[in-house]
Protein backbone atom coordinates (compact mmCIF):
# COMPACT_ATOMS: atom_id res chain seq x y z
CA UNK A 1 0.00 0.00 0.00
CA UNK A 2 0.97 3.97 -0.34
CA UNK A 3 3.06 5.74 1.78
CA UNK A 4 0.55 9.07 2.45
CA UNK A 5 3.08 11.65 4.05
CA UNK A 6 1.93 14.80 6.02
CA UNK A 7 4.12 17.64 7.10
CA UNK A 8 2.97 19.98 9.87
CA UNK A 9 4.49 23.36 11.13
CA UNK A 10 3.31 22.83 14.54
CA UNK A 11 1.82 20.45 16.41
CA UNK A 12 2.27 19.27 20.23
CA UNK A 13 3.72 15.54 19.37
CA UNK A 14 3.49 13.44 15.64
CA UNK A 15 3.17 10.19 18.34
CA UNK A 16 0.02 12.15 20.15
CA UNK A 17 -1.61 13.48 16.76
CA UNK A 18 -0.70 10.22 14.80
CA UNK A 19 -2.53 8.23 17.72
CA UNK A 20 -5.66 10.30 17.31
CA UNK A 21 -5.67 9.85 13.52
CA UNK A 22 -5.03 5.68 14.09
CA UNK A 23 -7.95 5.62 16.45
CA UNK A 24 -9.75 7.33 13.85
CA UNK A 25 -9.02 4.69 11.10
CA UNK A 26 -6.03 6.40 9.43
CA UNK A 27 -4.46 3.59 7.17
CA UNK A 28 -0.87 1.72 7.57
CA UNK A 29 1.97 3.64 5.74
CA UNK A 30 0.75 7.21 7.14
CA UNK A 31 3.33 9.56 8.37
CA UNK A 32 3.16 12.44 9.77
CA UNK A 33 6.35 15.08 10.11
CA UNK A 34 6.22 18.47 12.12
CA UNK A 35 8.61 21.24 11.69
CA UNK A 36 8.11 21.61 15.64
CA UNK A 37 6.93 19.66 18.47
CA UNK A 38 5.51 21.71 21.98
CA UNK A 39 5.10 18.22 23.44
CA UNK A 40 7.68 16.29 22.30
CA UNK A 41 7.84 13.01 24.58
CA UNK A 42 10.64 11.07 24.87
CA UNK A 43 11.02 7.09 26.74
CA UNK A 44 10.24 7.03 30.46
CA UNK A 45 7.76 10.40 30.39
CA UNK A 46 11.00 12.42 29.73
CA UNK A 47 10.36 14.92 27.15
CA UNK A 48 11.93 15.74 23.80
CA UNK A 49 13.34 19.04 23.03
CA UNK A 50 11.99 19.41 19.83
CA UNK A 51 12.41 23.37 18.19
CA UNK A 52 12.00 24.60 14.87
CA UNK A 53 14.32 24.30 12.18
CA UNK A 54 17.39 22.25 13.05
CA UNK A 55 15.22 18.86 13.10
CA UNK A 56 13.32 15.99 12.04
CA UNK A 57 10.43 14.96 14.43
CA UNK A 58 8.42 12.33 12.72
CA UNK A 59 6.07 9.18 13.28
CA UNK A 60 4.97 6.11 11.04
CA UNK A 61 1.74 4.62 11.53
CA UNK A 62 1.97 0.61 11.43
CA UNK A 63 -0.75 -1.92 11.98
CA UNK A 64 1.38 -4.67 11.85
CA UNK A 65 0.55 -8.45 12.72
CA UNK A 66 2.60 -8.40 15.35
CA UNK A 67 2.10 -9.21 19.39
CA UNK A 68 3.60 -7.11 21.45
CA UNK A 69 6.80 -9.11 22.25
CA UNK A 70 8.20 -8.52 18.39
CA UNK A 71 7.19 -4.69 17.88
CA UNK A 72 10.52 -4.12 19.66
CA UNK A 73 11.80 -5.19 16.45
CA UNK A 74 10.22 -2.58 15.06
CA UNK A 75 12.32 -0.08 16.84
CA UNK A 76 15.37 -1.85 16.03
CA UNK A 77 14.58 -1.62 12.35
CA UNK A 78 13.88 2.05 12.89
CA UNK A 79 17.00 2.80 14.31
CA UNK A 80 18.89 0.59 11.58
CA UNK A 81 17.10 2.61 9.12
CA UNK A 82 17.75 6.12 10.85
CA UNK A 83 21.52 4.69 11.49
CA UNK A 84 21.96 3.70 7.73
CA UNK A 85 20.14 6.92 6.39
CA UNK A 86 22.17 9.68 8.27
CA UNK A 87 25.75 7.81 6.88
CA UNK A 88 24.35 7.82 3.51
CA UNK A 89 23.23 11.17 3.54
CA UNK A 90 25.64 13.17 5.44
CA UNK A 91 28.66 10.86 5.09
CA UNK A 92 28.80 10.34 9.18
CA UNK A 93 29.44 7.75 11.37
CA UNK A 94 26.41 6.58 14.10
CA UNK A 95 26.10 4.13 16.94
CA UNK A 96 23.50 2.63 18.33
CA UNK A 97 22.65 2.98 22.12
CA UNK A 98 20.42 0.13 23.24
CA UNK A 99 18.11 -0.14 22.86
CA UNK A 100 17.07 2.83 20.50
CA UNK A 101 19.14 5.99 20.85
CA UNK A 102 21.49 7.22 18.38
CA UNK A 103 25.20 8.67 19.03
CA UNK A 104 28.08 10.50 16.91
CA UNK A 105 30.84 10.63 19.17
CA UNK A 106 29.50 10.50 22.34
CA UNK A 107 26.61 12.86 22.05
CA UNK A 108 22.95 11.51 21.50
CA UNK A 109 21.70 13.02 17.93
CA UNK A 110 17.91 10.89 17.70
CA UNK A 111 16.00 8.65 19.66
CA UNK A 112 12.78 6.55 18.81
CA UNK A 113 9.57 6.30 20.64
CA UNK A 114 7.53 2.99 19.69
CA UNK A 115 4.13 2.73 21.22
CA UNK A 116 1.01 0.14 20.51
CA UNK A 117 -2.10 -0.49 20.96
CA UNK A 118 -3.26 -3.60 21.81
CA UNK A 119 -6.19 -5.42 20.87
CA UNK A 120 -8.18 -6.64 23.64
CA UNK A 121 -9.12 -9.84 21.38
CA UNK A 122 -5.99 -11.80 20.69
CA UNK A 123 -3.51 -9.68 22.29
CA UNK A 124 -2.27 -8.48 19.08
CA UNK A 125 -1.51 -5.02 17.92
CA UNK A 126 -4.19 -2.72 16.60
CA UNK A 127 -1.45 -0.07 15.75
CA UNK A 128 2.16 0.70 16.37
CA UNK A 129 3.21 4.20 16.18
CA UNK A 130 7.42 4.69 15.50
CA UNK A 131 7.89 7.87 16.36
CA UNK A 132 11.86 9.55 15.60
CA UNK A 133 13.47 12.29 16.77
CA UNK A 134 16.48 13.63 15.06
CA UNK A 135 18.79 16.73 15.74
CA UNK A 136 19.72 17.53 12.71
CA UNK A 137 21.58 21.21 13.25
CA UNK A 138 22.88 22.19 16.74
CA UNK A 139 19.81 24.75 17.65
CA UNK A 140 20.40 28.35 17.70
CA UNK A 141 20.87 29.77 21.44
CA UNK A 142 22.02 25.84 21.71
CA UNK A 143 20.29 23.11 23.40
CA UNK A 144 18.53 24.08 27.13
CA UNK A 145 20.26 22.37 30.75
CA UNK A 146 22.06 19.40 30.75
CA UNK A 147 20.86 18.52 27.04
CA UNK A 148 23.96 20.82 26.09
CA UNK A 149 26.66 18.51 27.40
CA UNK A 150 24.73 15.14 26.13
CA UNK A 151 22.89 15.55 22.81
CA UNK A 152 24.28 17.28 19.71
CA UNK A 153 23.48 17.74 16.20
CA UNK A 154 24.37 15.35 13.06
CA UNK A 155 26.33 19.03 12.33
CA UNK A 156 27.24 20.98 15.29
CA UNK A 157 26.62 24.42 14.01
CA UNK A 158 23.39 25.97 13.23
CA UNK A 159 21.86 26.72 10.02
CA UNK A 160 18.51 25.80 8.25
CA UNK A 161 19.20 22.56 6.39
CA UNK A 162 15.77 22.06 4.73
CA UNK A 163 17.24 20.52 1.50
CA UNK A 164 19.34 18.32 3.73
CA UNK A 165 15.89 17.87 6.15
CA UNK A 166 14.04 16.04 3.67
CA UNK A 167 16.76 14.35 2.25
CA UNK A 168 17.53 12.58 5.51
CA UNK A 169 13.64 12.19 5.79
CA UNK A 170 12.90 10.67 2.76
CA UNK A 171 15.93 8.13 3.10
CA UNK A 172 14.77 7.07 6.61
CA UNK A 173 11.64 6.33 5.41
CA UNK A 174 12.53 4.21 2.37
CA UNK A 175 15.20 2.23 4.36
CA UNK A 176 12.47 1.71 7.15
CA UNK A 177 10.08 0.78 4.90
CA UNK A 178 11.94 -1.40 2.84
CA UNK A 179 12.59 -3.40 6.37
CA UNK A 180 8.91 -3.44 6.95
CA UNK A 181 8.08 -5.40 4.21
CA UNK A 182 11.03 -7.34 3.98
CA UNK A 183 11.89 -8.09 7.58
CA UNK A 184 14.94 -10.00 7.40
CA UNK A 185 15.17 -9.91 10.88
CA UNK A 186 18.61 -11.06 11.02
CA UNK A 187 20.26 -9.16 9.02
CA UNK A 188 18.97 -6.03 10.72
CA UNK A 189 19.99 -7.39 13.90
CA UNK A 190 23.30 -8.38 12.58
CA UNK A 191 23.12 -4.93 11.40
CA UNK A 192 22.33 -3.61 15.11
CA UNK A 193 24.96 -5.40 16.42
CA UNK A 194 27.69 -4.28 14.25
CA UNK A 195 26.56 -0.36 15.31
CA UNK A 196 26.21 -1.11 18.75
CA UNK A 197 28.41 0.17 21.17
CA UNK A 198 27.28 -1.61 23.95
CA UNK A 199 28.37 -5.31 23.80
CA UNK A 200 31.74 -6.30 25.48
CA UNK A 201 31.00 -3.06 27.69
CA UNK A 202 30.78 -2.49 31.66
CA UNK A 203 27.66 -1.13 32.15
CA UNK A 204 25.62 -0.01 35.65
CA UNK A 205 22.16 -1.20 35.76
CA UNK A 206 19.70 0.96 37.76
CA UNK A 207 16.61 -1.63 38.54
CA UNK A 208 14.21 -0.11 41.14
CA UNK A 209 16.85 1.77 44.00
CA UNK A 210 19.58 -0.86 43.09
CA UNK A 211 22.68 -0.13 40.81
CA UNK A 212 24.15 -3.26 39.96
CA UNK A 213 27.46 -4.07 38.11
CA UNK A 214 27.33 -5.86 35.01
CA UNK A 215 28.91 -6.73 31.16
CA UNK A 216 26.84 -6.29 28.51
CA UNK A 217 27.35 -9.61 26.75
CA UNK A 218 25.23 -9.80 23.58
CA UNK A 219 21.90 -8.28 21.61
CA UNK A 220 19.93 -11.45 21.51
CA UNK A 221 17.47 -12.08 18.65
CA UNK A 222 14.49 -10.34 20.37
CA UNK A 223 16.53 -7.23 20.46
CA UNK A 224 17.06 -8.05 24.36
CA UNK A 225 20.16 -7.39 26.45
CA UNK A 226 22.00 -10.19 27.64
CA UNK A 227 24.18 -9.43 30.73
CA UNK A 228 26.56 -10.93 33.17
CA UNK A 229 26.99 -9.84 36.55
CA UNK A 230 30.04 -9.74 38.95
CA UNK A 231 28.95 -13.81 40.65
CA UNK A 232 29.01 -15.04 37.14
CA UNK A 233 25.28 -15.01 36.47
CA UNK A 234 23.38 -13.96 33.42
CA UNK A 235 20.25 -12.10 32.79
CA UNK A 236 18.04 -10.54 29.70
CA UNK A 237 17.07 -7.42 30.48
CA UNK A 238 14.20 -5.54 28.03
CA UNK A 239 14.02 -2.00 27.68
CA UNK A 240 11.59 -1.56 29.97
CA UNK A 241 13.30 -2.69 32.97
CA UNK A 242 16.40 -1.00 33.54
CA UNK A 243 18.37 2.25 33.22
CA UNK A 244 21.77 1.73 31.66
CA UNK A 245 25.20 4.21 32.31
CA UNK A 246 27.72 3.41 30.47
CA UNK A 247 31.20 2.82 32.99
C1 LIG B 1 13.80 9.27 23.40
O1 LIG B 1 14.86 9.87 23.14
O2 LIG B 1 13.57 8.83 24.53
C2 LIG B 1 12.79 9.10 22.30
C3 LIG B 1 12.50 10.41 21.58
C4 LIG B 1 11.46 10.28 20.49
C5 LIG B 1 11.13 11.63 19.87
C6 LIG B 1 10.21 11.53 18.70
S1 LIG B 1 10.05 13.06 17.84
C7 LIG B 1 8.73 12.42 16.91
C8 LIG B 1 7.88 11.60 17.86
N1 LIG B 1 6.93 12.44 18.56
C9 LIG B 1 7.18 12.50 19.88
O3 LIG B 1 6.54 13.15 20.71
N2 LIG B 1 8.24 11.72 20.17
C10 LIG B 1 8.79 11.09 18.99
Keep these: NALSITVQNLVTSTNTVLKEWAVHGAPEGTILIAEEQTQGRGRMGRPFYSPAKTGIYMSILLRPALGLDDSVLLTTSAAVAV?????????CQTKIKWVNDIYIKDKKVCGILTEGSVCLEGGGLEYCIVGIGINVSRPEGDFPGKLRHTAD???SNSKDSIGLRSRLAATIIN????????????????EYRN?????????????????????????????????????????????????????
Excluded at 83 to 91: K, L, Q
Excluded at 241 to 246: A, M, T
Design 83 to 91: SNAIEEVTG
Design 175 to 190: NFWAYYKNPFHDNILT
Design 195 to 247: RSFIIGKEIEILSGDTLQQATAVDIDTRARLVVRYQDGTQKILTSGDVSIKYT
Design 153 to 155: GIF
